[in-house]
């Protein structure tokens, strides 16, 4: 299914327009947009989106004579083959990592000069873990979690991360009604941070909801909640979050709450959506002000030539509006249970296997409809993202299957996934969308065929390299061009902690076969191998850009206390990390991991979008509003 739509190598169209398009933006320094001008580039942002840029994958050539005796054209001994010209690096940071001033990294200030740094750096891709809102403790049950893979609901963004100085800002709150700055330079405290900022971004919403209708501000407000792509999610997730939080169902699962409700009678929901009115417009106005700023954010780092890489679980949570509103998509029993869960079999790290707990899909429910639930989620996806990475990939080749009443992985059983039906049906429901195919662990041959029918780039990993296993794919003489090249994911080990718990074969090994040693320091000699890589990306963690150790580890799978936390450093950090930034600039031009200036393949005339013209003073360009309404509409693959 290599349609010229899907993810074609001649055409790599990208939704990110890290390249061209990105080149072509204004490079303004942010900062305080008018409302009447988000509006504007709201739109443009969502559209860009959508629109392909003008990346090839080679330089184009004359057509040649297939006539055998025939003179050649001119010009024939100045014809050479062309390297790929879309090699590309970056850094992975959720942005709660990032500085701030009240407990958590935020989409403020510090975020901007995070994409300044990466600029600086010459990267080209910024990769975040999951927006949604994290996995909250309930008492009783689970005290401590805050897991952004274990998210309430996949359309939904994580509303702690909102900037209190941007409400501010916005002329929602005083500066008086901030808290007094906390915890500056410390790891995530997310119970502090909920239950200190949360009442402050509630008065914002409230006064956002107070304004008049024909306040600029206002107007967007009632804009974006208006549209149809919007609200689909956004009224199933407000009307959720309202029954949730009344007081008799708190930390009960949604198949737990009476039958009028956990089956969804529509009397019932339309007496609780009109007795939680003030619940749900508080909700629906979080969620704006949550949009305004990332968006107002991916325009300014799409401007500066940064796309934005997200990632996307392949499961969804069990208590979750997603499950609640859509059950007849999930395998649940007759109570609205889930009758089967996710998880892999035992392996050499454990004899139990790993029991997720999520609800699996019902495929053939979904192929009826055409994919139309999983559509609208990519489209969430990559409004949010110019890219988005699948994690557990290999669930739509052949996913595992454990009974809901099983107590760990041992019983389940492997079933076939949807393969190429899911992608052609999201191919004919939306167009093709720029993924990448996480593809770790149990990879088997139907994996790889269907990642490779679907020309998804996937990924290697420098740490998992090093076994005995001469042909793993994650050795550097075996990585492939269209892949992602990773020294570690969020749940590895830093490079630097990783290499201080190898045995001394393995630190030989890595001395003769890349050069790494003490004093390089394990961290920059895998940026150093991911940079010299085949594969188009390679992308670190800022962990690893810093050289630290499994102090700052971000998560260790398995243990649900003590993940998500770490933070980069105080306001200002990026400042001093200059020399960081060179370091990265010197390899990346060293291996052509630059913005390419050559010559490009002509575009076709659907493709070529109008020269971009940013509103003043907003770095979001509106180029997309050239383009054919048709195109709006689609998501065109990348790789």
């Known amino acids: 299914m290599k349609s010229a739509i899907w993810i074609s190598r001649r055409a790599r169209a990208s939704a990110a327009s890290t390249h061209a398009a990105a080149h072509s933006l204004r490079h303004t320094r942010r900062i305080d947009r008018p409302a009447a001008a988000f509006s504007h580039a709201l739109e443009a942002t969502f559209a860009t989106a959508r629109a392909p840029s003008p990346r090839s994958h ?79 403790p309930i008492p009783g049950i689970r005290e401590d979690y805050w897991s952004p893979y274990s998210g309430r609901d996949a359309h939904c963004g994580n509303t702690l991360m909102i900037s209190l100085p941007e409400l501010v800002k916005d002329g929602l709150l005083e500066s008086a009604e901030l808290p007094h700055p906390y915890n500056v330079r410390g790891d995530v405290d997310f119970n502090a941070v909920a239950r200190t900022n949360e009442p402050v971004i509630a008065k914002a ?25 919007i609200e689909t999610w956004l009224k199933e997730a407000a009307l959720f979050d309202a029954i949730c939080k009344t007081p008799e169902l708190l930390g009960k699962d949604w198949w737990d709450w009476p039958t009028e409700l956990r089956t969804r009678e529509a009397a019932a929901l339309e007496a609780k959506r009109a007795s939680s009115t003030a619940s749900i417009d508080e909700f629906c106005a979080t969620q704006f002000l949550f949009d305004k700023q990332w968006l107002a954010i991916k325009a300014y780092a799409n401007g500066k030539g940064v796309a934005l890489v997200g990632d996307m679980p392949i499961y969804v949570g069990g208590h979750s509006a997603d499950v609640w509103a859509n059950q007849s998509l999930f395998l649940l029993d007759g109570d609205c249970k889930p009758s089967a869960v996710a998880g892999v079999p035992p392996d050499a790290f454990s004899e139990d296997g790993q029991l997720w707990g999520n609800p699996l899909y019902d495929w053939p429910a979904h192929d009826a409809e055409g994919y139309r639930w999983w559509a609208g989620r990519l489209g969430r996806a990559l409004e949010l993202h110019d890219e988005v990475r699948i994690d557990h990939f290999r669930a739509f080749a052949a996913y595992y299957s454990v009974p809901a009443d099983a107590k760990t992985a041992k019983r389940g059983s492997w079933m076939v996934g949807p393969g190429e039906s899911f992608f052609k049906g999201i191919e004919k429901a939306v167009g093709g969308a720029p993924i990448v195919a996480e593809d770790l662990g149990v990879i088997t041959e139907d994996v790889v065929a269907l990642r490779e029918a679907i020309d998804a780039p996937g990924m290697v990993v420098l740490q998992f390299a090093w076994g005995d296993d001469e042909r793993s794919p994650h050795l550097l003489h075996n990585h492939y061009e269209n892949s992602f090249c990773y020294p570690g994911t969020h749940d590895n080990e830093t490079s630097q902690g990783w290499y201080e718990n190898q045995d001394e074969k393995t630190k030989l090994k890595l001395a003769n076969y890349a050069g790494i040693s003490d004093a390089e320091g394990a961290a920059w000699g895998f940026i150093r191998m991911g940079m010299s890589s085949v594969s188009k990306a390679c992308v670190f963690t800022m962990q690893d850009v810093m050289g630290l150790g499994n102090e700052a580890r971000m998560n260790t799978p398995g243990i649900a206390d003590g993940n998500w936390a770490w933070r980069v450093g105080a306001p200002g950090v990026f400042a001093s990390a200059t020399g960081e930034a060179k370091r990265l600039a010197a390899l990346a031009e060293r291996d052509q991991r630059v913005a390419s200036t050559g010559p490009q393949a002509p575009l076709k005339k659907a493709e070529a979008a109008a020269e971009p013209a940013a509103p003043e003073p907003a770095p979001a360009a509106p180029a997309a509003e050239a383009a054919a309404p048709a195109e709006k509409k689609k998501f065109l693959g990348i790789f």
């Open 58 to 136: 080679l330089v184009p050539v004359p057509s040649f004579s297939t006539t055998a005796g025939e003179p050649v054209v001119d010009g024939y001994t100045t014809m050479f083959p062309a390297p790929p010209v879309d090699r590309r690096a970056g850094v992975i940071m959720h942005p709660t990592s990032l500085p701030g001033s009240y407990g958590i990294g935020d989409l403020g200030a510090e975020a901007y000069a995070f994409v300044d740094w990466l600029a600086e750096a010459k990267m080209q891709i910024w990769q975040v873990l999951p927006l949604v809102p994290p996995g909250r």
């Open 205 to 229: 919403a409230n006064n956002l909801l107070a304004l008049p209708d024909s306040h600029d501000l206002k107007a967007a407000y009632l804009a974006w909640r208006a549209r149809p792509e």
